[in-house]
T-cell receptor
């Protein structure tokens, strides 16, 4: 099946610094990737939809200047959390559509802790 | 706005029991519905996907059904095992192939040996 990877799997950073998370589709090209955020014991909340070669579409309430998304190639999307604060600590998960759009495949997630 | 509800939030059953996990959604104009499994601190594993034109899908001990008109789906797990303990998430995709998924909050299942 289609495989999506994320790097890093976990990261600890200090308040005020920026962190970049990578999402890669390993064996297929993904024109659309999605970034989700999950708080403990909560469901996944979509943050933004990332389309290759164009600007990401952010969900209402998500600060686009704080969560920078770049989808530079058909296999890579990045999420940069800028000037991170403790409230940004969360589990970030990306997913990618296979070309037909039939199904989404999810990465293993990145645990971000901001101290 | 699509809303997905999964009740109860948690369930504990003895090993060997057959069980049904329920999912309901408010907007019946869906493209497909997926059931996922999530282990603590891990990503999502897709279990079953049902297209809007389908009624059910089966994989091993799992069977998922979809009643689009009533906005309901069920995940049936036969002969539950301790290894089935996890959180099960239901998600619906909106009107197109590249539409977003809307997730329920999940049902945390514990299967007691």
């Amino acid at each position: 099946g289609a495989v999506v990877s994320q790097h890093p799997s976990w990261v600890i950073c200090k308040s005020g610094t920026s962190v970049k998370i990578e999402c890669r589709s390993l064996d297929f090209q993904a024109t659309t990737m999605f970034w989700y955020r999950q708080f403990p014991k909560q469901s996944l909340m979509l943050m933004a939809t990332s389309n290759e070669g164009s600007k990401a579409t952010y969900e209402q309430g998500v600060e686009k200047d704080k969560f920078l998304i770049n989808h530079a190639s058909l296999t890579l999307s990045t999420l940069t959390v800028t000037s991170a604060h403790p409230e940004d600590s969360s589990f970030y998960i990306c997913s990618a559509n296979i070309p037909s759009g039939y199904e989404q495949y999810f990465g293993p997630g990145t645990r971000l802790t901001v101290t | 706005k699509q809303e997905v509800t999964q009740i109860p939030a948690a369930l504990s059953v003895p090993e060997g029991e057959n069980l049904v996990l329920n999912c309901s959604f408010t907007d019946s104009a869906i493209y497909n519905l997926q059931w996922f499994r999530q282990d603590p601190g891990k990503g999502l594993t897709s279990l079953l996907l049902i297209q809007s034109s389908q009624r059910e899908q089966t994989s091993g001990r799992l069977n998922a059904s979809l009643d689009k008109s009533s906005g309901r789906s069920t995940l049936y797990i036969a002969a539950s095992q301790p290894g089935d303990s996890a959180t099960y998430l239901c998600a619906v995709k909106g009107g197109g192939a590249n539409s977003k998924l809307t997730f329920g909050k999940g049902i945390t299942l514990s299967v007691r040996p």
